[in-house]
């Protein structure tokens, strides 16, 4: 068994910062890719960054700039910082990993993020 717990979401007014963390514990070979998705009310969920376990990453477009994401392999943890928030920001925050021998990705509870002043 595996399990993710996210932290960190809550309310921020525009041009603020928050801190996502995810920690990975439970009965793990090695975690392989990690990543954050979003999903805001009446949308499809999205990636908005994710990292591999050499620290190689990718980014939404729209984030980009402003959203940093990075891991802690000893941790099993990934992070996303986020600055400069703004309104469209707001949703639900899912950190999603990939563990060596699992044929699909472990996801987290979710968290919610509201930029809202």
């Known amino acids: 068994q595996v399990q993710l717990v996210e932290s960190g979401g809550g309310l921020v007014q525009p041009g603020g910062s928050l801190r996502l963390s995810c920690v990975a514990s439970?009965?793990?070979?090695?975690?392989?890719?990690m990543g954050w998705y979003r999903q805001a009310p009446g949308k499809e969920r999205e990636l908005v960054a994710s990292i591999t376990r050499g620290g190689i990453t990718k980014q939404l477009d729209s984030v980009k700039g402003r959203f940093t994401i990075s891991r802690d392999n000893a941790k099993n943890t990934v992070y996303l910082q986020m600055n400069s928030l703004k309104p469209e920001d707001t949703a639900v925050y899912y950190c999603?990993?990939?563990?060596?021998?699992?044929?699909?990705?472990?996801w987290g509870q979710g968290t919610q993020v509201t930029v809202s002043s």
């Open positions: 439970g009965s793990i070979v090695r975690v392989d890719d």
């Open positions: 999603n990993v990939a563990m060596y021998g699992s044929r699909s990705p472990y």
